[in-house]
């Protein structure tokens, strides 16, 4: 019995390829509904660093990718990559590189300007346009990238109205989806509320994705629960997870085992209902020294809690990771 009260006894979940009778959800439509590209596929299970926590020993992404599949026993399967505002890549860097060649997700945010600004955005509008073309057309050693792409992550009051936002998404959907799902994803520490007025026009999104730590379950007693609703049959993830997004707050082991039963629980849950569950990524931050370590589970200084991480992590790896959604029947 997994937290949240989900029992897997004999329901068991489709792993590589489809069975009959599950539903895995295609952009805009439900389950059943003629191909559309592009689709979504299993959920995956990675982890987001940039070289920070792996220096001096590792200054390479390959060797990044390979310790973190030591220390966590499992395969990195996706990655956030982060863009400035208004900073768009001409041509591929270290990151992606390393990403395509080990057929590693992207989970891309970009950041541009919002319509209103109409000489910025014109600007924003071509570059993001560039930046697409080239990311989708890219090859390493005959591979493809696999992506999906948020417009700003964590949006927020601070970065503009929750209006500004949804024209923002209009304005520069239709670049983004003929080519990678756009997801919206959301700050797990704005929390309903915040979630609910920022959220875009559903027709213009394939996917939902919280950053969801355990300072937001824990201290604030936000859940899954609450989020879930506004994906409808669409895929959710949790584009970065982890003990705490605030050097005030480092969890015990007990309130992440917490934490981390509750997003193994809600995340299977919607599998085992038919419903899709986008890709999961730990941040194993700090991506530099002015930020908090409190999740850094790979890399030369893991936390104290390390072990309970990964132990938690590698549950929620092996319950979710390349599961498809299952129709369950009497």
């Known amino acids: 019995m997994l937290g949240g009260g989900v029992a897997l006894g004999a329901a068991a979940l489709v792993t590589g390829r489809q069975a009959a009778g599950a539903a895995v959800l295609t952009r805009g439509q439900g389950a059943g509904g003629g191909p559309m590209k592009p689709a979504y596929g299993p959920a995956l299970v990675g982890g987001t660093f940039d070289l920070f926590p792996f220096q001096p020993k590792i200054n390479n992404y390959p060797a990044a990718i390979a310790d973190w599949n030591k220390a966590t026993g499992t395969t990195m399967k996706c990655m956030k990559v982060y863009y400035q505002p208004s900073k768009f890549p001409a041509k591929l860097d270290s990151r992606l590189t390393a990403l395509i060649d080990q057929g ?32 989708s057309s890219a090859t390493v050693k005959g591979k493809k990238l696999k992506a999906q792409v948020c417009l700003w992550q964590e949006i927020r009051p601070k970065d503009m109205s929750a209006g500004q936002y949804r024209d923002l998404v209009a304005f520069y959907a239709k670049l983004i989806r003929p080519h990678f799902p756009l997801v919206f994803n959301a700050a797990g520490y704005q929390g309903p509320q915040e979630w609910k007025a920022y959220k875009p026009n559903d027709s213009l999104l394939d996917g939902y994705a919280l950053d969801f730590y355990g300072g937001d379950f824990i201290n604030k007693g936000f859940k899954l629960d609450d989020f879930m609703p506004l994906a409808g049959k669409k895929p959710v993830g949790l584009w970065e997870i982890g003990n705490t997004a605030s050097s ?20 299977t849950a919607r599998l085992l209902s038919g419903l899709p569950v986008g890709s999961v990524a730990w941040f194993n931050g700090p991506s530099d020294a002015k930020e908090s370590g409190g999740n850094e589970i790979a890399g030369t200084h893991p936390v104290q809690t390390a072990p309970t991480d990964i ?6 790896y092996d319950a979710i990771n390349g599961k498809f959604p299952i129709t369950l029947t009497a």
């Open 248 to 267: 005030h707050f480092n969890p015990s082991p007990t309130d992440i085992q917490n934490y981390m039963e509750h997003i193994i629980g809600r995340l």
């Open 311 to 316: 132990k938690y992590y590698k549950k929620l």
């Open 104 to 135: 590693i997700e992207a989970l891309i945010s970009f950041k541009p300007a919002p319509p209103g600004d109409k000489s910025q955005a014109h600007k924003d509008y071509q570059s993001l346009q560039h930046a697409i073309q080239m990311l």
